[in-house]
């Protein structure tokens, strides 16, 4: 069964950084598309960031020169480096891959990415950034 676990959540001081992981498990073949999404408290899920199999990337506005998504050499793991954090960036963090493998990322992701039509979810992990 395909399964995204999910890893480094917790929480920080505004201005620290953390890391987030995802792992891919017990798939014989998948999308190369990775990406991570967030959910604040009474607000939809939004989208983060994306890389695509050849590493390209997309951020959401809010995120940019902040954040950088990035995969391990398998494409196995997905990380999300979270820099200069800001309490509005308190949210479930939710991983996410998308279920087709035709995918490759476009400039404009972040405002619509369900061009990559569905995803397989993680579990979410929690990221609470305090003044």
């Known amino acids: 069964q395909f399964q995204l676990v999910e890893s480094g959540g917790g929480s920080v001081q505004a201005g620290g950084s953390l890391r987030l992981s995802c792992e891919a498990t017990?798939?014989?073949?998948?999308?190369?598309?990775m990406a991570w999404f967030r959910q604040a408290p009474g607000k939809a899920r939004e989208a983060v960031a994306a890389i695509d199999g050849h590493r390209s990337t997309a951020y959401a506005d809010s995120v940019k020169g902040r954040f950088t998504i990035s995969k391990s050499a398998d494409q196995n793991i997905v990380y999300l480096h979270m820099n200069s954090l800001k309490t509005e960036d308190t949210a479930v963090y939710y991983c996410?891959?998308?279920?087709?493998?035709?995918?490759?990322?476009?400039?404009?992701?972040?405002?619509?990415?369900?061009?990559?039509?569905?995803?397989?979810w993680g579990q979410g992990t929690q990221v609470t950034v305090s003044s």
């Open positions: 996410a891959q998308a279920k087709t493998p035709a995918c490759s990322i476009v400039p404009h992701w972040a405002e619509d990415p369900y061009i990559w039509v569905d995803y397989y």
């Open positions: 017990r798939v014989s073949y998948r999308s190369k598309c």
